[in-house]
């Protein structure tokens, strides 16, 4: 069956230090890889989204990832973190089993230090 | 992207009751979805909203407890019938424009049932 995982539930970071959230996905072909921003008591906001193509793919915010076919992985990084990325972070899949959907992983929670 | 409204955006029902949600989007869209988070969880999907026929429900929900419609490309509802206390979630509507594209999300509703 198709999964996701983030095996990272909480991140604790300093503002101003890099970031990688990892998220590794269960899938017998190349799925569609998205990571999704949740900020508290907010919608769920897209930051970036992987086809094909380029395996490094920038998105909003100054987030990237990088698809790694071989560690079936799409992690997400930030080069300097800031205090308003605290938030809870969803990477997701778009899967076809029976019908096209989306299943996402548990969530990374980041808190950032002042 | 499509603009999603949801409504209610909360409310706090009593158990044994139903609460119908509505979902409209402001232009067609291929794909709908409902989805449920539950405090401090990450996204479970529910089913895929078919139009002009059944819904696609996942493993552990059914149509008697989760009856969704949708009459045309722009619109559904999410019935959450006979309600319970572990039916308290936000209940998430989501439009994606095909299958390589990215999942757009309306604010959810937040039901808490007593």
């Known amino acids: 069956a198709q999964s996701v995982t983030q095996p990272d539930i909480h991140i604790t970071v300093s503002e101003g230090a890099s970031l990688e959230l990892r998220c590794n996905y269960s899938?017998?072909?190349?799925?569609?890889l998205f990571w999704y921003v949740q900020s508290p008591g907010q919608g769920l906001q897209l930051l970036l989204k992987y086809f094909s193509g380029d395996t490094l793919v920038q998105g909003i915010k100054g987030f990237e990832a990088e698809f790694k076919r071989s560690q079936s992985s799409f992690n997400l990084r930030k080069p300097s973190v800031h205090w308003s990325d605290a938030a809870e972070y969803f990477c997701a899949v778009g899967v076809t089993s029976g019908t096209y959907k989306y299943i996402f992983g548990t969530g990374t929670r980041l808190k950032v230090l002042a | 992207s499509a603009v999603i409204s949801q409504k209610p955006s909360r409310d706090i029902c009593q158990r044994g009751t139903s609460l119908t949600i509505q979902c409209q989007v402001d232009s067609q869209v291929t794909m709908m979805f409902w989805y449920r988070q539950q405090p401090g969880q990450s996204l479970t999907l529910i089913a895929t909203a078919n139009q002009g026929s059944e819904a696609t429900y996942e493993s552990g929900f059914v149509i008697d407890k989760f009856p969704i419609s949708r009459p045309n490309l722009t619109f559904s509802t999410l019935t959450v019938s006979n309600m319970s206390p572990e039916d308290s979630s936000i209940y998430l509507c989501?439009?994606?424009?095909?299958?390589?594209?990215?999942?757009?999300f309306g604010n959810g509703t937040r039901l808490t049932v007593t």
């Open positions: 989501s439009v994606a424009g095909g299958w390589n594209s990215p999942l757009h």
């Open positions: 899938y017998g072909a190349t799925p569609y």
